[in-house]
Every structure is written in structure tokens, then in C-alpha cells.
């Protein structure tokens, strides 16, 4: 097996990957798609942030690749459709760094409010503004949560440790948590509150979301954050409201175009401006969430390719047989039409291999079944599965 890992991921997933038996190649930046396809010649495992597109192009010309670990949150940078037809499981982390997120939001809806950009930026310049004019608590200030999921959700629980009260509006039907309030459309969450919070997910029908008509319905003198996508926000309009002082500030973490790597130039409309905290999209950038996603991935990864598991895999049917040593064990993925199984089970009868384990999951458009089958077995069985009309990948495991 060997492992490709892109984007500097935490040194403890090449260490799980390795103590799996794999050869694992580190590489410290992004690749592009035509560095990422010479790159993946006889890998069967990548390891990606988010930085890497994996389009349908790539995964065609890499017949070996069996996994992709998206080591973050996000998968949109990954053509999972593409990935299902080719039978490549994809992993994530998407709980790894949620109090990551948080704890710079809560950071930044402190600073912004207390003003801490303008008194520090006055105190290097040699000024000394002691004065309370335009500073805040955040305590019993209205926080509108869009987009109430793991990172939303959590938010909403430290800001009401911090008194604060707190909004929440979500496409889909989501549990209060607390004192929580949920709000009927975002036009009354933008209404309604001191500080709204971004914290939706990356699918495409949430590009330019958020832009003139949003900020505008805003309270005069709020605050404005965005920690989940750049593309996300109209950062023009994000613009012109700071300047005309509608807006009393801002955060922002993501950035429609972002550097590929350290030390490239970072080129933005929101540079430059008053009370607004530029950060280089490290809201889940510590090093706790960092190992932690390392390792989850890893062992996801790991799971998969010795064991056949896809417990929380982005794509692929979720499904873990326990290890059975001393046998073998067939994965076979396949199109969710009727009578696979009985396929299958039916050409290892034929050949009088006795099934000791088996699981069947299905998802969408693909089935997965994972049998464990005894010692004795003729090699022919598995070129017969792989020859069956819905097979997409079948790999033998032990
Ligand atoms: N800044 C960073 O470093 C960083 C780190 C981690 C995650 N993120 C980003 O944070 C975001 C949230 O992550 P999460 O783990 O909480 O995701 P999640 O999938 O758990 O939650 C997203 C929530 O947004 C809701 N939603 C989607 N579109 C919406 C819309 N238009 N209006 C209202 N609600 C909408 C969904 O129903 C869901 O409840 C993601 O975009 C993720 O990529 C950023």
C-alpha cells in the first residue's frame, strides 16, 4: 500500500498509516490537478486538506487509488459523485475541530466588541485612547447563529454560558439547545440581532448567499463574522457596509479566493479596513484539532483498507464486520440493484467456499457487503465477482 499525503497534514496520520503497513509519501503544499494525477501512479491512499481539488479527471486516471482522507471538514473540494462511480471511499473529520471554530468566534465576538482592534492598533501607533465610547460587554447581546449544525450548535452553548442570548436560524429542522431561540427566515434572525455568526455548510446553492439585501437588513452598528466559506459572502457589499459605519465591525476566516500555500500574497477587498479581523482561514487551525483530525482520518483510512470498514465514510455505505483472523475477507462494492447478493452468494456456493461472516449496506446508488470466508477458497471466485455487471471494486482483504 502506499499513502500520499498533501497539505502538511498532522505527522501522527503518517505514523498510523505507516504502523498499518503503508508507504507513505509527505508532501507539505496543495497540488494542482496535473501534479495530483503524475502523483497518484500506484497510490491507493490520499490524504488532502483543503486546498487540493479532486475532480472527476483525476480520479479517472488513477485506477489505484482505493481512499481519499479529507483531513478537515469539508469535501466540496473532492467530485464525490465521480468517487462513488469509481468505487473510492472518501473520509473526513467533521467534528474534529468544531471547538476550534468556536472558541475564535467567541474570541472574535469579545474583541470586536470591546473594539480591541482600534485600541491596539492605537497603542503600537503610540496612542493612549482610554475610553469607553463604542466598547461593549457581550453579556445579554442577541448572537444570530445561521446555519445551526455541529459548529453553530456548540457556539450557541458557550455563548449562553457568556449570558449572552442567542438566535438561530436553519434550513433544515434542528433541536434548540438552552435558552436557544430559533427564528422562523433569516430576514428576522438579521433583524433581530447584535452579532450574526456564519456557520453554514459548503454546498454550491450557498454561493453569494449572503450579500447587499442581507447586510442592509441588518442592525445598524452590528457586528458580522464568517468562519465557514468564502464563497459564501459578497465581500464588496461586506465592504461598503463597513465603510458607511452600518456595520460596526467584522471577522472573517475565509476568503473566496484563497493563497494556495504560506507566504503567497493574500489580495482582498476587506483588507485595510477599521474594527475588522482578517485571519487566514485558521478557525480549526490548532494544534489539538489538527492531531486530533489526523488521527481520526488515519484510522479511518486504516479501518478501511485492512478491514473493509466505512463507519462514517462521506460516500460509501457505513458498515464494520468485526476481524475475523485466520480467514479471508471479500469486499465487494457494487450498484444497489436487486440480487446482488444472491449473486454473490451464489457463485461462492458454486465454488463450495462456506461464508463464516457477512454484511450487506447500501447507499444511494451503491451496496456494499463485506464476507468473511473460510481459509480454502479457489483463487477463480474473485476474478467471477469482479466480472459480475454490477461490480464496481472488489478487493480481497486478508
Ligand atoms: N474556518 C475554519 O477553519 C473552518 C473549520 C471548520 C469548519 N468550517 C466551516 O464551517 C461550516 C460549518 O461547519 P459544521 O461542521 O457546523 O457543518 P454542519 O454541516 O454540521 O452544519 C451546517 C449547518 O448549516 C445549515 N445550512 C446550510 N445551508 C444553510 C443556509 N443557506 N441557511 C441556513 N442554514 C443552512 C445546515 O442545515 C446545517 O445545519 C462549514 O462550512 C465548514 O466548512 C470552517
Not at 474583541?111 to 461593549?136: C, F, I, P, Y
Not at 444511494?364 to 466480472?387: H, I, M, Q, R
Amino acid at each position: 500500500m502506499r499513502a500520499l499525503l498533501l497539505e502538511n497534514v498532522h505527522a501522527d496520520a503518517a505514523a498510523a498509516l505507516e504502523a498499518a503497513g503503508c508507504a507513505v509519501e509527505v508532501v507539505d503544499r496543495a497540488y494542482d490537478e496535473a501534479e495530483l494525477t503524475r502523483a497518484l501512479d500506484g497510490v491507493q491512499i490520499l490524504g488532502i486538506r483543503s486546498k487540493t481539488e479532486v475532480p472527476a479527471a483525476v480520479l479517472a486516471a488513477a485506477p489505484d487509488l482505493l481512499a481519499i482522507g479529507a483531513f478537515c471538514i469539508g469535501t466540496n473540494q473532492i467530485d464525490v459523485a465521480a468517487a462513488d462511480q469509481r468505487g473510492v471511499a472518501v473520509f473526513n473529520a467533521p467534528f474534529s475541530n468544531t471547538r476550534s471554530v468556536v472558541e475564535l468566534a467567541i474570541a472574535e465576538i469579545v474583541a470586536l466588541t470591546r473594539r480591541l482592534t482600534q485600541k491596539n492598533a492605537d497603542m503600537h501607533a503610540g496612542v493612549w485612547d482610554k475610553s469607553a465610547e463604542g466598547a461593549h460587554e457581550i453579556r445579554g447581546r442577541r448572537l444570530g447563529i445561521v446555519g445551526y449544525g455541529n459548529i453553530g450548535a456548540q457556539l450557541s452553548v458557550l455563548a449562553e454560558a457568556l449570558g449572552m442570548q442567542v438566535l438561530f436560524y436553519d434550513t433544515a429542522d434542528k433541536l434548540a439547545l438552552g435558552n436557544a431561540r430559533r427564528c422562523e427566515s433569516l430576514d428576522e434572525l438579521l433583524e433581530t440581532a447584535d452579532i450574526v455568526s456564519l456557520h453554514v455548510d459548503g454546498r454550491s446553492t450557498n454561493r453569494g448567499i449572503f450579500g447587499e439585501e442581507q447586510f442592509a437588513r441588518m442592525r445598524r452598528g452590528s457586528l458580522f463574522l464568517n468562519l465557514s466559506r468564502g464563497f459564501v459572502v459578497d465581500h464588496d457589499a461586506l465592504r461598503a457596509h463597513i465603510e458607511s459605519g452600518h456595520l460596526a465591525g467584522a471577522a472573517v476566516d475565509v476568503f473566496p479566493r484563497e493563497p494556495k500555500g504560506r507566504g503567497e500574497g493574500f489580495v482582498s477587498e476587506l483588507r485595510g479596513l477599521p474594527n475588522v479581523i482578517l485571519t487566514p482561514h485558521i478557525g480549526g487551525s490548532t494544534e489539538e484539532a489538527q492531531q486530533d483530525i489526523g488521527r481520526y482520518v488515519a484510522g479511518k483510512l486504516r479501518d478501511y483498507v485492512v478491514d473493509g470498514a466505512t463507519s462514517m465514510s462521506v460516500n460509501l455505505p457505513h458498515l464494520a464486520l468485526p476481524p475475523k483472523p485466520g480467514g479471508h475477507r471479500i469486499a465487494h462494492l457494487h450498484r444497489n440493484v436487486p440480487g446482488v447478493l444472491a449473486a454473490i452468494n451464489g457463485l461462492l456456493a458454486d465454488s463450495k467456499v462456506n461464508i463464516e461472516g457477512q454484511l450487506l449496506n447500501t447507499r444511494g446508488e451503491l451496496g456494499y457487503v463485506l464476507t468473511d470466508v473460510s481459509v480454502d477458497y479457489p483463487p477463480v471466485v474473485l476474478d467471477k465477482l469482479a466480472a459480475m455487471d454490477e461490480t464496481v471494486r472488489v478487493r480481497l482483504l486478508s
